[in-house]
């Protein structure tokens, strides 16, 4: 090892030998932050290594990890560098904090192999290194024997050791992200001029919006675009999941992925993507998205209720027959729960019925239609302040999956809201007993679980299971949606009480959620990244179609705080949120899914994606569906509430 280690730094961690020269250089002292850059060098002669790393030990006891971007559950599993969106291992001792951040100029310019780091509870170890890994079980990264070839006096690799003192809060990632964002992501946005003033805007994207809409309603009108008579009224919306072979004219219209259907759910809302083709509609005078709207919005009221409760599908009977269709609910759940409603998805429909009728339209049915919802609510809510994931239709007996989660969130969130609007004392006193319940049980161990973190692609095994911590770090698995959930929470109370307290906590969230975002463009992804977010702890999505929701977020947050990396972190997450779509706007992508499918042309611009480099298979990089209300048109919604209500931007 060459230099001496910081005293500061001797107290986290005590370094093991290894076979490549540790160079350490103080690079930073004082005001609170401390920083070391750890540089790994090949000094010997040129050999092959399956592996090089540099290992380190805690060096106290009292040291507890709080955040890693990935898990890995078994043995040789690590995490790898394509979970490095904003990368950093945290721990935390007493009122001190420390990361490991990799050099990510480094693994951009001088990448010789992938990178790899984990930390270990069992162990109590944490390594930085070189390793090829290979994706697993939906999905993980476990190490593969394959060469690597290491030259002499090569430098191999580089990060770094920061730690905070004094910190005023527990689990506080502000300084992390902020770190990140300003070594890194802050540098890395790809617009400037050369007087340092950031040219970052998102009006150049209304074209992305105007190929979503020629595409739902014009060209690919008759496969997405769903019209019927329900219960007597016309109702319409865009069917949930269209595929690429199904492009007008090259003869495979019929190969449908799943059975036609419209949801109303927390991923996929017929009625969020409605708000915003309305809109849209007004801006450019089209009389026929204002029309179609409506009957969008007619189709959410026609849910039926049931004591208040109401179902989130409408499956058609064939793959024709959507007026002798059938209500039920989303697929997305645990095991013999065909017959339960999940209570986020009917907060997050009605949450967004009162948007609606605050932002474009005081329909009285809408919030006579969430009236006996919001009662039913509170009469499910525990003494706890949590409130169940999932109730039964026939017996109203809530499920014991999710009892007392991080979804209790959406409903805070939905509950103050509804207050916002009504001034019902007992709703908002509902929400902040919610938010106790997150404040005391969830946030303080980052136990963001739902629905999907379990009942989606990413599912429990025996690495992985409800309610249990991972053994290898000690830590929850976690999902974002929930973490993005609090935030909103947090916020709305703090807009309807004026209390501080909750915009200090929903800051806090708020960065746990940053962490997420990514904030470079790896060369090694072969394509653009920059702002986009991934999903979860044990999934590898980049450009995840709700950055467009988490977007929204982030600039509320700057309009409540003044924070100018909020309002860049919310602008370049709406701009990811177009990546991936099929147009020539986007000449890297186009030719992506060229390759995919020949036959696309001009009546395919507006195709896109919901994510990308998603699942074991990931040869592709993207995958051959579209879904309207999860991807081109819930994009559209969220850019028509930045560009046409007042964002300061």
Not at 171 to 190: A, H, I, Q
Not at 266 to 278: E, I, K, P, T, V
């Amino acid at each position: 090892m060459n230099a001496q280690i910081p005293d500061w730094l001797g107290n986290w961690i005590k370094f093991q030998p290894s076979a490549c020269d540790m160079h350490v250089r103080e690079v930073e002292s004082g005001q609170g932050r401390q920083m070391v850059e750890i540089e790994a060098r090949w000094n010997r002669s040129a050999t092959e290594v399956s592996q090089i790393q540099v290992d380190m030990e805690l060096a106290d006891p009292r040291i507890t990890c709080l955040w890693k971007p990935h898990l890995a559950p078994e043995d040789e599993m690590v995490i790898g560098d394509f979970a490095f969106r904003s990368p950093a291992i945290i721990l935390e001792k007493g009122q001190d904090m420390l990361a490991l951040v990799p050099d990510l100029d480094f693994l951009e310019s001088q990448r010789i192999a992938p990178h790899v780091m984990d930390y270990i509870e069992p162990e109590r170890t944490l390594f930085y290194g070189l390793s090829h890994y290979e994706k697993t079980r939906h999905v993980y990264h476990q190490k593969v024997q394959k060469p690597i070839l290491l030259e002499k006096g090569q430098v191999l690799f580089r990060f770094y050791l920061i730690q905070w003192q004094e910190m005023k809060e527990k689990r506080d990632f502000r300084p992390v992200t902020s770190f990140l964002w300003e070594r890194f992501g802050d540098k890395n946005r790809p617009e400037r001029i050369v007087d340092h003033q950031v040219t970052d805007s998102v009006k150049d994207l209304e074209v992305y919006a105007k190929h979503t809409y020629d595409w739902a309603f014009q060209h690919w009108e008759n496969l997405v675009w769903q019209q019927f008579e329900l219960d007597g009224q016309t109702v319409g919306g865009c069917v949930l999941i269209v595929r690429g072979v199904q492009s007008p004219g090259f003869g495979q219209e019929d190969q449908w992925r799943e059975k036609k259907s419209l949801w109303n759910q927390s991923w996929f809302s017929s009625l969020r993507s409605a708000y915003g083709y309305r809109q849209w509609g007004e801006r450019w005078n089209r009389q026929d998205m204002v029309q179609r709207a409506e009957l969008a919005k007619n189709f959410a009221l026609s849910a039926p209720q049931k004591g208040g409760l109401f179902p989130s599908v409408y499956w058609a009977n064939t793959e024709s027959d959507m007026e002798n269709g059938t209500w039920g609910h989303s697929n997305r759940r645990p095991d013999h729960h065909e017959g339960y409603y999940h209570l986020l998805d009917s907060s997050w429909t009605c949450l967004w019925m009162l948007k609606w009728y605050r932002d474009l339209e005081q329909d009285d049915r809408l919030l006579e239609y969430t009236k006996p919802y919001a009662e039913r609510l509170i009469e499910l809510q525990h003494e706890n302040g949590s409130f169940p994931g999932w109730v039964h239709e026939e017996t109203g007996m809530p499920s014991s999956y999710l009892s007392d989660s991080a979804e209790t969130s959406m409903h805070v969130w939905f509950l103050a809201n509804y207050y916002s609007l009504t001034k019902d004392e007992k709703m908002l006193e509902a929400a902040k007993q919610g938010m106790e319940f997150v404040s005391q049980h969830v946030i303080p161990e980052g136990r963001f679980e739902d629905f999907e973190l379990y009942w989606s692609c990413s599912r429990q095994w025996e690495g992985k299971k409800y309610g249990e911590k991972d053994q290898r770090s000690g830590l929850y698995h976690q999902c974002n949606f929930s973490i993005y959930w609090t935030a909103e929470a947090l916020k709305e109370l703090y807009m309807v009480t004026e209390d501080e307290k909750y915009l200090c906590e929903g800051e806090r969230v708020l960065a746990e959620l940053s962490l997420y975002q990514s904030i470079w463009n790896p060369p090694y992804l072969g394509m653009p990244a920059f702002g986009g977010f991934g999903v979860m702890t044990s999934d590898d999505e980049w450009n995840d179609a709700r950055q467009s929701l988490f977007a929204l977020t982030c600039l509320d947050y700057y309009r409540l705080t003044g924070n100018a990396e909020y309002k860049q972190r919310g602008i370049w997450a709406m701009k990811a949120s177009f990546y991936l779509m099929y147009c020539p706007e986007n000449p890297l992508i186009k030719e992506k899914y060229e390759q995919i499918f020949p036959h696309f042309s001009e009546v395919d611009y507006g195709f896109e994606m919901e994510n990308c480099h998603h699942g074991e298979n990931d040869t592709d990089q993207i995958g051959e569906f579209t879904i309207f209300d999860w991807g081109n048109g819930s994009a559209s919604s969220s850019l028509a509430e930045i560009l046409l209500k007042g964002y300061e931007i």
